[in-house]
């Protein structure tokens, strides 16, 4: 059974860096074409991808995003962290860990999301 | 503004079927396969549909997905009340090198 799980803080400073872990199990990050990605949704709004890294430490950023964010990987403790540095308010929403996989493509299973909100 | 465009709402009787769009560029669907998801009320998406038109296990054969170009459909026959939920189509853009997503469709069972 596949799952995965995202931990952090639940209110961040303006300025401030978010640090989000995603713990997953029942499969592995050296299988080849396997990657872990994050997505958020803004209350209210759509889905957003942020990040995706592979089995091979390969790193993929969303463009507009690319500066803030940093993805790396534990494969040894399945997990994968994120870090989005200089929090500001319209960063508040839902964060999701994701599985990628070279057959089914980005999502196939998802966290449960965590909700990251920012304090004025 | 979302890459891939979608209906911001759809609607349908118990027993109808209902199509929900997804228009894209060459740099994304038309050139790399579509994803779909489902958002029930509250819930974390879930995958609906792989590789345009491959449903994974325990999604009921009553959602159909296609693709023709640079623009991608999902089809739900037999709707059901449960189905009344945000539906999200995803796909790779080579030029921005990067996923993105349609805006999200809700669903309305009336």
């Known amino acids: 059974q596949i799952t995965l799980k995202e931990s952090g803080p639940t209110l961040v400073q303006p300025t401030q860096t978010l640090t989000l872990t995603c713990t997953f199990s029942?499969?592995?990050?050296?299988?080849?074409?396997?990657?872990v990605g994050w997505i958020r949704q803004p209350p209210g709004k759509a889905l957003e991808w942020l990040a995706l890294?592979?089995?091979?430490?390969?790193?993929r950023y969303s463009p507009s995003l690319r500066s803030r964010l940093t993805i790396s990987k534990d494969t040894s403790n399945n997990q994968v962290v994120l870090t989005m540095t200089n929090m500001d308010p319209v960063d508040t929403g839902t964060y999701y860990c994701?599985?990628?996989?070279?057959?089914?493509?980005?999502?196939?299973?998802w966290g449960q999301g965590t909700l990251v909100t920012m304090s004025s | 503004q979302s890459v891939l465009t979608q209906p911001p709402s759809a609607s349908g009787t118990p027993g109808q079927r209902v199509t929900i769009s997804c228009s894209g560029s060459?740099?994304?669907?038309?050139?790399?396969?579509v994803n779909w998801h489902q958002q029930l009320p509250g819930t974390a998406p879930k995958l609906l549909i792989y590789?345009?038109?491959q449903r994974p296990s325990g999604v009921p054969d009553r959602f159909s997905g296609s693709k023709s170009g640079t623009s991608a459909s999902l089809a739900i026959s037999g709707l059901q009340s449960e189905d009344e939920a945000d539906y999200y189509c995803?796909?790779?853009?080579?030029?921005?090198?990067?996923?993105?997503f349609g805006g999200g469709t809700k669903l309305t069972v009336l």
């Open positions: 994701v599985r990628c996989t070279g057959v089914t493509g980005l999502g196939d299973h």
């Open positions: 029942g499969f592995s990050l050296s299988t080849n074409g396997v990657g």
């Open positions: 890294i592979y089995w091979d430490d390969d790193k």
């Open positions: 060459s740099s994304n669907i038309g050139s790399n396969n």
């Open positions: 590789t345009n038109d």
């Open positions: 995803a796909a790779w853009d080579d030029r921005l090198n990067a996923w993105v």
